[in-house]
């Protein structure tokens, strides 16, 4: 433990390294046969949707997410009725000859874990709502209260403790962003503290009865707490002699393209740390869909964890990744706050990243292609409707249009190409370093630098008038490498803008989607970042637009859309999910900047919703219960009126605009 002290001290308190791979080395956890943690590979779960007394059903989609790559199941157990059935559940698959473990999902009902506990290979337990009270109200604790408090709790979850020691099962202390209790509200906030210290009393509590098969999870709606709350858990369990290891996830990610990009951004930027020793990505789609997901996140890491020689050797990269050099003080990975700068342009400052993108490759004789990203053309009108998702910077490299560009759409060449253009109006040139360094002849208003983010020491202070930076990267662990770039240019007060930009060769569409949610979501999570280029030939412009938007809304720099924050179904909901998202996806998806929960039931309701203007959450068989924030507006609505009544309740506030 003292080495992995000594190694926190000089990371700078949650991550061996900020500068190059290396994964956090945890305690190893036996779960049945598939240990966890330790030197073991990042494993993969998913979480049935099944009800769970309907016990070949459960077993039959089991089945359907081992093979599609779980490696452990949860299923929820919401009653010692349906922790009772899990031997039913688990003798069927043992006779059909799966032996993957199961994992009881607790929520409420202490009996219900302590029946669970004897039976499955882990249970995982909610410390805002296991023994603790959630009923959104203000409590003032003196120190004493608090501490009475916690002994009432205590005594509630030694039983349970003590039948996981008897019976060998592991166990997940899993805290929710939105279900903190009364308590820890009261005395924390709603923040990142509050999370870790709900987890950390539940530990203590462990430890003091000699109890260490815990896996720890800290999981929230918005990726910047969730990756906040993480990171500050671990500076906490070091400081404290601790190394349980984590289970990833963003809680109520959503479905299809958003889901996927959000859950990269929360747990692909904690993978980049190093972080993280099992994924579960929330998707509001059927179980089988999350672990391909899952696998595609984790499997990347597979080769980063032989060590930085294996890095540059992989990579081409000849030199060592950049470090940062005196001070990681110069942000805080515990807080957002956006890197300053010095706004070019509509490019950096207060103004919201900007997106870039290459269009040298379309047939740039018909407008027509723009309306693929944002930009529809009317022949008749001769003039351009915008979407909410129309790009702002086009790269047309050494091609010239024949046709007239939107006003407000930046047009950038190569330096050279853009010296021949005998009207350079809203055209601007791109630099490699030596051609800047080697001409006097600069735009006036606006001009692009691309450069290495191994090249920070080549950079000259006073060059940076009407300067926009293109950073790039050639590094296998280039988040790293871009992110301590990012760090010299705080350590020198360098504030100009800066355009991140990865490229990415020889990928399908959903692995591109991960992989560029990851690299580029995280440095825009720890506020790094004036705008986004991926650089992905071969690959419509739909896509690459979309999912620049989409790591832009999903890290909050940007918003652009409605966001929905959908719990994935599972034994509990009340109504079908999957179409009811849909339902209510197709009449408000233009309620640009709204965030509306869409929630199941009550465990995932109106405290797991915490950052949603608005929810829907199943209370009853065929019956809505409707939130303002995380006030009850309307209950017990029957379900054929409830989406009407969510319309006619945003309306009331003023927030509606009918579709166009």
């Known amino acids: 433990m003292e080495n992995i002290l000594a190694q926190h001290e000089l990371s700078g308190g949650y991550c061996n390294s900020l500068t190059q791979y290396s994964r956090f080395l945890t305690r190893e956890v036996k779960i049945g046969d598939i240990a966890l943690g330790g030197h073991n590979p990042i494993r993969i779960q998913s979480m049935t949707t099944t009800d769970t007394m309907d016990t070949i059903g459960t077993v039959e989609q089991t089945i359907r997410m081992v093979e599609s790559g779980c490696e452990y199941v949860r299923i929820t157990a919401p009653s010692i009725k349906e922790a ?20 009881a999902d607790i929520h409420f009902t202490p009996n219900a874990a302590e029946m669970a506990a004897r039976i499955v290979e882990k249970v995982r337990v909610n410390p805002g709502n296991y023994a603790d009270k959630k009923k959104f109200e203000n409590l003032e604790y003196t120190q004493d209260a608090y ?12 039983p349970l403790i003590k039948i996981c020691k008897e019976y060998g099962t592991a166990m997940r202390i899993g805290t929710n962003h939105g279900s903190l209790s009364d308590r820890i509200m009261s005395h924390y906030g709603d923040t990142p503290r509050g999370m870790v210290e709900s987890a950390m009393e539940f530990i203590r509590m462990c430890e003091a009865e000699n109890y260490y098969n815990l896996v720890i999870s800290m999981k929230a709606s918005n990726t910047q707490v969730m990756v906040q709350a993480y990171r500050l858990l671990v500076e906490t369990m070091v400081k404290e002699g601790m190394n349980y290891p984590l289970h990833l996830g963003v809680t109520e990610a959503g479905d299809g393209e958003d889901g996927r990009i959000k859950s990269a951004v929360g747990i692909g930027t904690l993978l980049e740390d190093g972080l993280g020793d099992t994924i579960r990505v929330s998707l509001t789609e059927d179980p089988e869909f999350e672990a391909p997901v899952a696998k595609a996140l984790a499997d990347r890491y597979a080769v980063r964890k032989l060590g930085p020689e294996a890095l540059i050797q992989e990579s081409g990269f000849t030199s060592p990744v950049l470090p940062l050099t005196s001070s990681v003080k110069t942000y805080s990975p515990y807080a957002y706050s956006r890197r300053i700068t010095e706004a070019v342009q509509h490019i950096g400052g207060h103004h919201h990243p900007s997106v870039m993108i290459d269009i040298s490759g379309e047939n740039l004789k018909d407008p027509y292609f723009l309306s693929s990203v944002g930009y529809h053309y009317s022949a008749i009108l001769d003039k351009y409707n915008l979407a909410d998702q129309a790009f702002d910077l086009a790269f047309l490299g050494d091609h010239l249009p024949s046709f007239s560009f939107p006003g407000n759409l930046k047009q950038i060449y190569n330096y050279k190409t853009w010296l021949k253009l005998k009207d350079k109006n809203n055209c601007h040139p791109l630099f490699s370093l030596a051609e800047f360094d080697e001409t006097d002849m600069k735009d006036e208003f606006l001009n692009f630098l691309e450069i290495d983010a191994s090249q920070l020491k080549d ?8 300067v926009v930076l293109i950073l790039k990267t050639g590094a296998l662990h280039g988040m790293a490498e871009q992110r301590a770039f990012f760090v010299g240019l705080q350590e020198r007060n360098i504030q100009v803008p800066v355009i991140i930009k990865r490229s990415y060769n020889s990928l399908d569409a959903d692995t591109l989607t991960l992989y560029a949610a990851t690299d580029i979501g995280a440095l825009f999570t ?14 419509d412009l739909s896509l690459v637009n979309s999912t620049s938007f989409g790591i832009l809304q999903a890290t909050r720099t940007r918003i652009s859309k409605t966001e929905y924050i959908s719990c994935p179904s599972c034994g509990r909901t009340l109504f079908d999910l999957q179409e009811t998202t849909q339902l209510i996806r197709s009449r408000t998806d233009h309620l640009k900047g709204l965030k509306i929960g869409i929630m199941g039931c009550i465990v995932n309701g109106p405290g797991e919703m915490a950052d949603a203007d608005y929810g829907y959450v199943g209370t009853g068989p065929d019956k809505i219960t409707l939130y ?11 379900t054929a009126f409830a989406l009407d009544e969510l319309i006619n309740i945003i309306k009331d506030d003023g927030n509606w605009v009918e579709k166009v």
């Open 84 to 103: 009772e059935n899990l031997a039913n559940i688990k003798k069927e698959l043992r006779f059909r000859g799966y032996d993957v473990p199961l994992i």
């Open 459 to 466: 950079l000259k202070i006073n060059q940076f008038t009407n």
């Open 628 to 638: 303002r924030g995380q006030e009850v507006v309307k209950k017990n609505v029957t």
């Open 147 to 158: 501490s009475a408090e916690l002994e009432r709790i205590n005594k509630k979850f030694i």
């Open 526 to 539: 720890d506020g790094f970042g004036d705008g986004i280029w991926i650089d992905a030939r071969g690959h």
